[in-house]
């Protein structure tokens, strides 16, 4: 089935990178594109960035710029966020979530990562 | 940046209401607005896309309506799965932005 696996719970110290792994699989990696959403505690959703696995093109919320960073492995069919710079306001479940795309030309987020808890502590 | 205003905040009923929320986008959308349900500790899931379309798998009860910066979802006859926190999402234009959701409880 249609499913994106992500990498496990990291703990970080203010000032380091964390990069997250999402696995997708039982689709055509390269059809469609793979957005980053996260969400602190209580909190709603918020987006940060999206990455075309086919082009290899990316864009991120302009809160984000120069600190995130999005790459993908299309031999593994595995897309990366990472992120620089942490600071505790960027203690999150981190989501990746696939683009609908295709024919729907949508990009609402069909399809979900199980989410990457990120905490910055010292 | 487009910026989603829902409405309510949070909201009670009793299983088999018809509930109905809203959300509003500073600007167009040229029909680009989705809906997500959200239970604890899970990731949202999309219920409708394209401000009507109902995603696969989702039940009839659930329909959305709306164009241009004006939306509804609603729920007609509430089972006791559909009690959770409700986001709209504009998917028209980068950076996408959701609305600050609406939490749906037992009344």
């Known amino acids: 089935q249609v499913q994106l696996v992500q990498s496990g719970a990291e703990v970080k110290k203010p000032g380091a990178s964390v990069k997250v792994s999402c696995k997708a699989s039982?689709?055509?990696?390269?059809?469609?594109?793979i957005n980053w959403v996260r969400q602190a505690t209580g909190q709603g959703l918020e987006w940060v960035g999206w990455?075309?696995?086919?082009?290899?093109?990316?864009g991120s919320a302009q809160k984000f710029q120069g600190r995130v960073t999005f790459t993908r492995d299309t031999s593994i069919t595995t897309a990366y966020m990472d992120l620089s710079g942490l600071t505790s306001d960027d203690t999150a479940v981190y989501y990746c979530?696939?683009?609908?795309?295709?024919?729907?030309?949508?990009?609402?987020?069909?399809?979900w990562g199980q989410g990457t808890i990120v905490t910055v502590s010292t | 940046d487009i910026q989603m205003t829902q409405s309510p905040s949070s909201l009670s009923a009793s299983i088999g209401d018809r509930v109905t929320i809203t959300c509003r986008a500073s600007q167009s959308l040229n029909n680009y607005l989705n809906w997500y349900q959200q239970k604890p500790g899970k990731a949202p899931e999309l219920l409708i896309f394209?401000?009507?379309s109902l995603q696969s798998g989702v039940p009839s009860r659930f329909s959305g309506s709306g164009s241009e910066t004006d939306f509804t979802l609603t729920i007609s006859g509430l089972q006791p799965e559909d009690f959770a926190t409700y986001y709209c999402q504009q998917s028209h234009r980068t950076p996408y932005t959701f609305g600050q959701g609406t939490r749906l409880d037992v009344k």
């Open positions: 394209g401000a009507t």
């Open positions: 979530t696939r683009s609908l795309g295709g024919t729907y030309d949508d990009d609402a987020f069909d399809v």
């Open positions: 990455m075309s696995p086919h082009s290899g093109h990316t």
């Open positions: 039982g689709y055509t990696f390269t059809n469609h594109d």
